[in-house]
């Protein structure tokens, strides 16, 4: 059997970035606890002996709390051998782990990472000391630079097992122990920088400038995104590739191909948006129109991330999430869902009760849009300004807290309080974050792509078929009479299951007015996520909870559909 | 007695206990938070918001029910 190494250690100490290193294999790190919800395999060649390298999420002890960290704790009991990494900025807290580890009887290694931090912050740890006391290796890396890696490489394997003799209540006692003999803390006072940046969690100048900091990430974020469409993006479309394609398209004689791979000519040119080829639409949606806020969206939350401002947004927001049985922690679901859902989804993890994780995955799937869904958005009411797009996202904002006040409610369960540790800031490291940033896009390029190709083709195949106005007339009632759409919008509402970006296409050609598109806009990003979200939730949430959420999703659509049809 | 709650920004205080459950105490302790234990306030937030404590060399933030249950003796500023 192939030998199972896991690396152990308090949440946010760097394991991702050490795993990464170790065997070539790229997972998100960041800058706050329960950035890795999800363990990660990998593997390390030695002198032709190879093992398994597991990245576990981060762990205060071997009691766990969250389903994250029972995620962890399972996998240590299945290990061969740990590679317990320590953040020696924090020794004290970090040692209490390791002697429940030491005490396991399992083999360990111990890592003392931020090493280069130590010394700025004016800490001395004897680390011959600390080997012999706790009579395990120790190695000191920065792994975010690669800084002692290789060290740690080659003394993997003489990792020992040495199991610990002290009662289970004066395991702090023995950690006060080992850190008066291998620390000395030199005092240093606060700087300025540090009471500046204290500012930011105080509540008097914290709420004002969070508010700053989402206003100036939106603005951010549209202003690349759209920049990049203006000036890159559309005119590579219509005067490169545009003009390939009408070649193409007057080779190809009218019928089935044409018809699927380009889509319907409008007044002889393409469309690119509504002429739902596979080379046109299929293309152009996920490259065009969503990939520039992709990539805007996921270079502001990488900053965010590894900043570490996004834990102190969480204590922000906590009074405010109380409301919707949840904490502030559950932010961070509902921020990573702007992203993506499917992130969001298994963000939910890092919630310690059932009744939390469902009305947070409940209310980001219904009501936090993707980066694709609000692409899809600024496609159909972009050019109205607030009156659109403003309308559209107050609206989803006012359901969710309604939503989540209902549920808080009706939905027996614990709602427990915020316990969370809040890192130090750091600058975020540019190698890291653009890595980072490239994997996310790397993802939605892999996932995307083939689900917005897949979805032009379904939908050429059900129009052809005459799939789209049966189901049409079959919903006309609904569609027409409750939600006061057109019912050729039916096409993008049954799309809309498998990508929601591509319905812009379907729904563009139908000439409907502001009050229309803002309604079709808000039911096709409520109604149901995507497949891939819709997966994934049923994966995290169960069956039978997942059937209680669709249920919530279908109910909410229509009544918030139906009043913005008498109200708006 | 004065709790977590009773500490002003700035301030510093010694754990004199926790009241609580098993589930409770072994959850602050993973965190070094407990009894003997000096910590500094940092931060709470308006309407029984949470409640930012210093302890060692990080910050946690924690719940103002469960501030209220960390009973401390003041031990002045910094």
Known sequence: MMKRIVLMGNPNVGKSVIFSRLTGVNVIASNYTGTTVEYTKGYIRKENEKSELIDAPGTYSLKATNRAEEVAVKIFHSSDLVINVLDATNLERNLNLTLQLLKSGKPVIVVLNFWDEVKHIGISINVDRLEKIIGVPVVTTCALTGEGIKNLFSRIDQAKARSYTFRENQRWSKVGHIIQNVQRISHRHHTVWERVLDLTIKPMTGLPLSILVLILSFAVIRFIGESLITYLFEPFFEKIYGPLILKLSSLLKPGMIHDILIGRLINGRIDFVESLGLLTTGLFVPFAMVLPYIFAFYLILSFLEDSGYLPRLAVLVDNFMHRLGLHGLSIIPMILGLGCNVPGALATRILETKKERFIAATVMAICVPCTAQIAMVMGLVGQYGVKGIGVVFFTLFIVGFVLGVIMNKLIKGESPEIFLEIPPYRIPYWKGLLKKLWMRIKGFLSEAVPYVIVGVFIINMLYVLGVISFLGKLSEPVIKGVLGLPKESVGALVIGFLRKDVAVGMLAPLGMSLKQLVIASVILTMYFPCVATFTVLVKELGILDMAKATAVMILSTLIVGGILNLIL | ?78
Do not use: W, Y
């Not at chain 2, 959850?27 to 500094?40: D, P, S």
């Open chain 2, 1 to 78: 007695m004065k709790t977590l709650i009773d500490l002003k920004e700035g301030e510093k205080g010694l754990i004199t206990g926790l009241d609580g459950g098993h589930g409770f105490i072994n959850k602050l302790e993973a965190l070094g938070i407990r009894k003997g234990v000096v910590i500094e306030k940092k931060s709470s937030q308006f309407m029984k918001g949470p409640v930012c404590i210093k302890i060692g060399a990080c910050q946690v933030a924690l719940g103002f029910g469960m501030a209220r249950r960390i009973f401390v003796k003041e031990t002045g500023r910094k």
